[in-house]
């Protein structure tokens, strides 16, 4: 299982970014603009990221290495954390 899948519970609780998190994932283009709008409009953190993995769920596994690293730029702590450094 792949980590953001196994984490899945802790990111959509912990992860407080979201908008940054998904302005990397359109740039790479791994949401389309109407899904980038429809995770911002959201106004809670933790209904964001629910959005984002209900989109996620067409990803494969080198897509979420890439969501993966963007969480580990932008929230490195976290990350480390569920890792268990």
Same mark, same amino acid.
């Given at each position: 299982? $792949?980590?953001?899948?196994? $984490?899945?519970?802790?990111?959509? %609780? ?8 998904? *302005?990397?994932?359109? #740039? !790479?283009?791994?949401? %389309?603009?109407? %899904?980038? *709008? #429809?995770?911002?409009?959201? +106004?809670?953190?933790?209904? =964001?990221?629910?959005?984002?993995? +209900? ?8 897509? !979420? ?6 969480? !580990?730029?932008? %929230?490195? $702590?976290?990350? !480390? *954390?569920? =890792?268990? *450094?």
């Amino acid at each position: 299982m $792949h980590f953001v899948d196994e $984490h899945r519970f802790s990111l959509i %609780q912990r992860v407080v970014s979201v908008e940054t998190i998904a *302005d990397a994932l359109l #740039e !790479k283009r791994m949401l %389309q603009e109407t %899904q980038y *709008d #429809e995770i911002l409009a959201e +106004k809670v953190s933790s209904a =964001q990221m629910r959005l984002l993995y +209900k989109f996620a769920r067409a990803w494969g596994n080198s897509e !979420k290495d890439v969501f993966l690293e963007i969480l !580990k730029k932008q %929230q490195p $702590h976290l990350i !480390k *954390d569920l =890792q268990g *450094d």
